[in-house]
């Protein structure tokens, strides 16, 4: 299985809307769309996804959790994202498994490139996650269009009607 190790902050910097949200002091909310952004790609690409995000922006201790099966770390205080991003790219690197880093921070794309993990800027990332979501916009349109007509011809306002009941409105 390949993994994608995702520096967080450095991804929400370099993205223009999570850059804007952040800039607005809506880390909490550039973080949580990046998180679904990466929970999409996981699904879709297959990769298992773990997203890093540096301690020194949120206070405490080493935090790790799994939001929408993204593998979400908080570094320790004084740990930064690449040094934790390195430690991983490490430990999870097999002959089977290919490890993908995603950021744009130049020293590190380096760093990692000489330990054998293969580099995604955040510009890569970005555009494959906008292909991603197209793709799916697609899907989505095709199922719907596929859907087969009721077989009882009904007038538009009995349909509207019977949707109404179906989604709980009995007015």
Do not use: C
Not at 75 to 87: F, L, M, Q, V, Y
Not at 112 to 125: H, Y
Not at 145 to 151: D, H, I, T, V
Request: proline share 1%.
């Amino acid at each position: 299985m390949d993994i994608l190790l995702v520096d967080g902050y450095n991804i929400i910097g370099a993205w223009p809307d999570l850059q804007k949200l952040k800039d607005e002091n809506n880390l909490e909310d550039a973080r949580k769309i990046l998180i679904n952004k990466m929970a999409e790609y996981q699904a879709y690409t297959g990769m298992k996804v773990i997203v890093v995000f540096d301690a020194h922006l949120v206070k405490g201790i080493e935090k790790k959790y799994l939001d929408n099966r993204v593998e979400i770390i908080f570094t320790r205080e004084n740990e930064t994202a690449d040094e934790r991003i390195e430690k991983l790219a490490k430990t999870l690197k097999n002959i089977k498994t290919k490890i993908y880093v995603a950021t744009s921070d130049y020293i590190e794309q380096w760093t990692i490139f000489s330990q054998g993990a293969l580099r995604k800027s955040a510009r890569e990332l970005y555009n494959e996650v906008v292909s991603i979501e197209e793709s799916i916009r697609k899907k989505i349109q095709q199922i719907q269009g596929e859907r087969p007509a009721s077989k009882i011809r009904l007038s538009y306002e009995v349909a509207e009607r019977f949707e109404k009941w179906r989604r709980g409105d009995l007015s």
